[in-house]
């Protein structure tokens, strides 16, 4: 087992990716925290994850709610040894779209939870922190190719890539590693929040179209990738970005 007792703390843990990532870090013999805002699919999730896992909700946009997951964490198990800052991606009630169609609200929302809350997660969790402990931020294939009206999440999530540099130097005294795993198209549930249900197979095949692997990426996909960053495997791997999606980025 890689991550034997390993204390982590995964992000939106509760859905999609984060959960699978959850599962994925569980399967290696880690514990820990999965965060969310909705209590119902939190304890869900707990209790897919054997238990190993509790469910501490708050919202990565408050500063509040942060400090107060990390050191319940911190109370609980004594330490924090891996990061995965996962939450993010649609903005509750903020509209994606063109430039000529998103108002000045819809940007700050988008950026608030695609970016900064992606600083602060890091930034509150620091003190609870393990030096040598493993920092791993979801990013997204989005920072490299557009895709109709998504022009603000694009931007954000490649600014991410240079927030793991600069974390990962301003950190390197403490030998904490700052890293970004960025998936492609991985089925979650993120279509049902962008398209209606009838279009979400149309979508998909679409998509298919586009990934050399010929299939859509599912949340054990990066799960596999987030526990090669979450352990030594990758200790030689630090402000460095890793591409999961099938190749869509860099072969389509
Ligand atoms: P989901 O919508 O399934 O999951 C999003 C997760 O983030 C949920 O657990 C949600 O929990 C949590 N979350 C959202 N907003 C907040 C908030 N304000 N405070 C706390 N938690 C929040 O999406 P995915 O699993 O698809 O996305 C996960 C990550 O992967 C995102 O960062 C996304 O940008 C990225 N990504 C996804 C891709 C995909 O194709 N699916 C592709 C590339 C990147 P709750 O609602 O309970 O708060």
Redesign the pocket.
């Known amino acids: 087992m890689k991550l034997k007792d390993k204390v982590t703390v995964v992000?939106?843990?509760?859905?999609?990716?984060?959960f699978g990532i959850a599962e994925a870090l569980k399967n290696e013999g880690a514990v820990g925290v999965i965060?969310?805002?909705?209590r119902e699919?939190?304890d869900q999730s707990v209790k897919h994850l054997g238990n190993s896992f509790i469910g501490l909700q708050?919202?990565?946009?408050k500063l509040d709610d942060l400090e107060r997951i990390f050191k319940t964490t911190f109370d609980h198990f004594g330490k924090i040894e891996v990061l995965v800052v996962?939450?993010?991606?649609?903005a509750?009630g903020a509209k994606m779209g063109a430039i000529t169609e998103v108002e000045e609200k819809d940007y700050d929302h988008y950026m608030d939870?695609?970016l900064k809350?992606l600083y602060f997660t890091v930034q509150r969790a620091l003190p609870f922190m393990k030096d040598g402990a493993s920092i791993v931020l979801?990013?997204?294939?989005?920072a490299h190719r557009a895709a109709p009206g998504m022009a603000i999440y694009s931007a954000a999530?490649a600014a991410v890539i240079s927030l793991a540099k600069g974390i990962s130097l301003d950190l390197i005294a403490r030998k904490i590693r700052v890293n970004v795993l960025?998936?492609?198209?991985?089925d979650?549930?993120?279509f049902s929040?962008l398209v209606s249900q009838e279009e979400v197979d149309h979508v998909k095949r679409l998509w298919v179209n586009l990934i050399p692997a010929g299939r859509i990426g599912q949340?054990s996909d990066i799960g596999k990738a987030a526990v090669f960053l979450a352990s030594d495997d990758s200790s030689f791997i630090l402000g460095s970005e890793i591409l999961a999606d099938g190749g869509m980025t860099n072969i389509s």
């Open positions: 992000t939106g843990g509760n859905s999609g990716i984060g965060t969310g805002r909705n699919t939190l708050g919202d990565v946009t996962n939450a993010g991606g649609v509750d939870l695609n809350s979801i990013g997204s294939s989005a999530k960025s998936p492609g198209t991985i979650t549930p993120v929040k949340p």
